[in-house]
């Protein structure tokens, strides 16, 4: 597996080693190669990982530099598996330049690659590692907008939590999660929130990530200025995945201004029966008869404020929505479910690869 960061306690690709834990369940030998590797404690006996960057600051020159360095790392650590007879397939996630990166030794030796990728962006590096990969698995069919008989939907990988929202008792907190960055539209929920506070006075929204963009957090502090909203919105920066669940079990409703597909923290929250309130079309398999209550149109404050509010004020209709969400979302993109979809595929490649080669 090629990925970006291996980091059980990472804040935004945590999630990562929940898959790597339980794809070793299922496999006799797992090898990670990750940009970065940081705070493994414990492992899986059969899992073994490789980092491919320890230098964390540097300028352009010294980046190509690694990137070259990088790939021949890849490529060394591939060749040397694959000698020892304990590779067969390549999995890569997200980053399109994993596969173009692995395509030419894996072509060489053989090796069946499936790469993960789950955004509604088309670009040439994606078409490229398309081209080159031998599957791509993806989230939702409206997450990987190049269509052809190489993709497959198996869903999204969400951890079943043990603990879930029974009875929201909180009347008050407003929950959005995600990198703030323009693409997930945050100034929505806010102008959103300062229409609910001319009904229900006492609603607080807290916003869970890290700083992208430092332009645009600036624009969002002054939108809270400039709408009195300094004591009703809090930024709590970002929250290691693994400590996520307190903040989940402790909110009302959770709210994504995001139009990214399917939003993972969306589904998280969703997973532990907390009512959830998205604007991307993607979701609508999964709210269905809950639309009215769990979906409003992209940029739309006003709407949005309006679903704030029935959520807000209806203790039975959140609690009822909640219970539903959850259920949805187990039944179709919990992490069990996902790598089983997963080891199959392996399977099927490997299976093919070998009657090729008879």
């Known amino acids: 597996m090629v990925t970006q960061e291996l980091n059980p306690i990472g804040d935004v690709l945590g999630f990562i080693w929940t898959w790597v834990t339980k794809l070793s369940e299922h496999v006799n030998y797992l090898f990670v190669v990750a940009l970065r590797v940081k705070n493994i404690k414990e492992k899986p006996s059969n899992l073994e990982y490789f980092p491919l960057i320890t230098q964390e600051k540097h300028n352009i020159f010294s980046r190509v530099a690694l990137q070259i360095l990088a790939t021949l790392k890849l490529w060394f650590i591939i060749m040397r598996l694959w000698s020892r007879k304990r590779l067969n397939v390549v999995f890569t996630h997200m980053c399109p330049e994993f596969t173009i990166a692995s395509a030419p030794i894996c072509k060489v030796l053989r090796i069946p690659i499936v790469m993960w990728y789950a955004h509604k962006h088309v670009n040439l590096k994606l078409k490229l590692a398309y081209a080159l990969s031998d599957k791509i698995v993806t989230s939702h069919e409206k997450d990987c907008r190049i269509k052809g008989k190489k993709t497959t939907v198996i869903g999204q990988g969400i951890k079943v939590p043990k603990n879930c929202v029974n009875e929201i008792k909180n009347d008050n907190t407003i929950i959005s999660v995600g990198r703030i960055s323009r693409i997930k539209a945050y100034e929505t929920i806010i102008k959103a929130l300062s229409e609910v506070l001319n009904e229900r006075k006492y609603v607080k929204l807290k916003i869970i990530g890290p700083i992208y963009d430092k332009q645009y957090y600036q624009l969002l502090v002054k939108l809270i200025k400039d709408l009195s909203l300094e004591d009703h919105?809090?930024?709590?920066?970002?929250?290691?995945?693994?400590?996520?669940?307190?903040?989940?079990?402790?909110?009302?409703?959770?709210?994504?201004?995001?139009?990214?597909?399917?939003?993972?923290?969306?589904?998280?929250?969703?997973?532990?029966?907390?009512?959830?309130?998205?604007?991307?079309?993607?979701?609508?398999?999964?709210?269905?008869?809950?639309?009215?209550?769990?979906?409003?149109?992209?940029?739309?404050?006003?709407?949005?404020?309006?679903?704030?509010?029935?959520?807000?004020?209806?203790?039975?209709?959140?609690?009822?929505?909640?219970?539903q969400l959850r259920k949805r979302v187990l039944e179709r993109h919990s992490v069990d479910t996902f790598i089983k979809k997963l080891v199959e595929i392996f399977k099927s490649l490997i299976e093919t690869d070998k009657q090729k080669a008879t």
């Open 233 to 323: 919105v809090i930024f709590i920066g970002p929250v290691p995945h693994s400590q996520m669940e307190e903040h989940y079990l402790n909110a009302t409703v959770f709210v994504s201004s995001s139009r990214t597909g399917f939003d993972k923290a969306s589904l998280e929250a969703m997973a532990y029966g907390l009512p959830t309130i998205v604007c991307d079309d993607t979701f609508d398999e999964i709210l269905s008869d809950l639309i009215p209550y769990c979906r409003y149109t992209p940029g739309n404050h006003k709407e949005l404020a309006q679903k704030l509010i029935k959520i807000l004020s209806d203790r039975e209709l959140r609690n009822k929505v909640g219970k």
